[in-house]
């Protein structure tokens, strides 16, 4: 269980359509502060990039929205994270229940060393689901939603290790899918991919904020440009700027945010 040091009160906004609201996030790692006073709204169906430097706390981050920073021992926390307008921070709070609504996808594709059909059956066989009918539809579904089902329906059997990096990612992603989630994070998707498999996983992105809240950390400015309605730049542990991609891509308020997003640090 992670540490929670202090709880501030709850800012009194509507939060509707709000899938997180961060609020007043601190978070260290031993001694190292690496989040400093987080406040961040995402709201739902909407692809939200966080980007900033090398360190400046953008895993942290995400790996605090689904609890997965806490495998850390030495992590403390204090402020509040509301998933939903829930502090998941609440010591009654279940990490599982969390994690069935919040898939994550990672920077390397990482599928189970297992046929292409039980990499995307293994969410819902945890979950109890036993019909291959049932299976196979959410098999169909999930593959489909991750625009890989074409390139991969005669092969359902086959070891997803044989798929190149950026099938690959896209079978992990339907893997998420699979378990229905309302949120997904995603860690530097496509810096392990090619160009051509980066422009799948970007138009899949777009489709996806259609059923889905997407959380995106990535490195490559041009991306968040492209595929996100609002960025969030944070450096040394803060969020310097959060605003419409547009704005903070053309006229960003503070000079720290436009001297990164120009190349000049970073
Ligand atoms: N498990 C850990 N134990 C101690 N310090 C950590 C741990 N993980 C991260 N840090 C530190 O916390 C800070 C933020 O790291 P984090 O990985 O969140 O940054 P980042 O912005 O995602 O960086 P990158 O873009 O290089 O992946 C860094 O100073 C890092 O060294």
Redesign the pocket.
Known sequence: MIQVIENTSVVNEDLSNTVYSTQQLNLW??N?H?LKNIDLQIKENEVTAII?P???????YIKTLNRMVEL?P?VKTSGKILYRERNIFDADYGVEELRTKVGMVFQKPNPFPKSIYDNIAYGPRIHGIKNKKILDEIVEKSLRGAAIWDEVKDRLTTNAYSLSGGQQQRICIARCLAIEPDVILMDEPTSALDPISTLKVEELIQELKTDYSIII?T?NMQQAARISDKTAF?LNGEVVEFDQTDVIFSTPRDKRTEDYISGRFG
């Open positions: 790692y031993g190292h690496a900033g090398s360190g400046c706390g953008k895993s942290t850390v030495t950390v490195h944070f």
